[in-house]
DNA sequence: CCTTACAATTGATATTTATCAAGACACTGT
DNA sequence: ACAGTGTCTTGATAAATATCAATTGTAAGG
């Protein structure tokens, strides 16, 4: 750990409010390191030895099993992920890799259950983001259960622009990757987009332009407790 | 909330190692109610007032969109359900039936946090029971993405084997129901359970008779990190 | 006891999604 | 610049899953 990262460090939600010794214990044994991108940091079944936090970049998490592999979730600053392994000294069951270049501070596991049980402003913090992963999966869970793959992607693309603040939108990873995350193939990506043309929805490589919000949104139905990350 | 309930709710994993004056402050507005089959319990939007627990009986977690209904979780005793909505202070994601008559303890939000801040020991337990119901809710999506319904169905039926010690198998609750937690129609389910047949799958009304169990088993490839509820 | 309602199954069909194959395109590293 | 690699798209086809309709069986309520 280099120290002129430390300030930006503390600064993390995660941190806020806890007690100078806790925060240098749980620095004392980490690392923020960069990885290169398509870096893989976990592995699923390993045991849980580090808490990661990405700090800049974007990590992907994925499982796989019986020959197949799906994304399950892309991870951006300044969130951590795979803290219920953590917490659960249980093994990962995501594997980890990063889509691109990134900076990822990795704190031992054994510190983050020390200080937890230590400081009360750093379990509150653990449960806030473990809380917020839990129904992030469940919005997830429920995208899958209850909507097909086209209204999946139509409300993907409604989250991007309200990310993206314009109607003109840049995919913020591959294709192939956002394919798998929304629960289908490249092929079919493809093919759900053309069938979201009539709404307004126009593909160039990695922009979208959006003619006619007012129709898309009326296809894709967005519901605040599957679409709206802040609920 | 009746005197000669509280030993037997004192004993429940989530309270172990609490202070008394913890467990008091928690029980000083609590129910334990008893509720009919098909009760409506928790409506999906709505602000998150209670910690629930199941102490007796089945919970049925669904959810719905766009017209259309999926059943999320069953809850056993002795879990909580939902309580991420309450740490964050959110609403519900889930909406929560009983599916037959049950004993449900309900614990106000408030007393929850408050406890939280104040008692260490309460704030492990809630991490812990969060870190499963979260670790919970991956292995199920990871069970959708990736898996054919058949292959969730066979495994599936490994599990009840496992849970019920025999080879003789009673399914829980209504096939129905059963469906749309595997994600599927209650017509696929039929077919699928025809289609592990030459796995020695018999099925007789709510009653499942296994004749090979290695069959199923090669076909079904569990997973520990899907199946397994331990780890 | 009858009636009603609904779960469950089966068949026929439609829809959705995946797979396979081929070609266009873009990016990377030498 | 160019070979090589992998992404992306499109078409043809196959497989998986859903829908619709009809029937049986079963359990609850009057």
């Known amino acids: 750990m280099r120290p002129d990262d430390l300030p930006q460090i503390r600064e993390l939600n995660i941190f806020k409010g806890i007690s100078e010794e806790s925060f240098d214990e749980l620095m004392r044994a980490s690392f923020l390191q960069t990885f290169p991108a398509q870096m893989e940091l976990i592995e699923e079944g390993e045991p849980a030895d580090f808490l990661h936090v990405v700090v800049e970049g974007c990590v992907e998490l994925f499982a796989q099993s019986n020959g197949r592999e799906s994304t399950m979730a892309m991870v951006y600053p300044v969130s951590s992920f795979i803290l219920a392994a953590i917490m659960k000294d249980a093994v990962y069951l995501m594997s980890a890799r ?8 990795m704190i031992p596991a054994v510190s983050v259950r020390h200080v937890f049980d230590t400081d009360p402003a750093f379990s509150k913090a653990m449960v806030i983001e473990l809380s917020s992963c839990y129904r ?3 919005k997830e869970h429920k995208n899958l259960k209850l909507r097909t793959s086209v209204e999946r992607l139509a409300n993907r693309i409604l989250r991007y622009r309200q990310k993206q603040q314009n109607d003109q939108i840049t995919l913020p990873y591959d294709k192939k ?19 979201l043309k009539p709404y307004g929805v126009k593909v160039e490589g990695n922009k979208i332009t959006l003619s006619d919000v007012e129709q898309l949104a009326k296809f894709a139905k967005p519901s605040k407790l599957i679409d709206d990350q802040s609920v």
């Open 98 to 105: 990063t889509n691109k270049k990134s900076r990822v501070l």
């Open 177 to 195: 990757i956002l394919a798998s995350n929304l629960g289908m193939t490249p092929e079919n990506l493809s093919r759900a987009f053309n069938t």
């Open 136 to 138: 992030g999966v469940v």
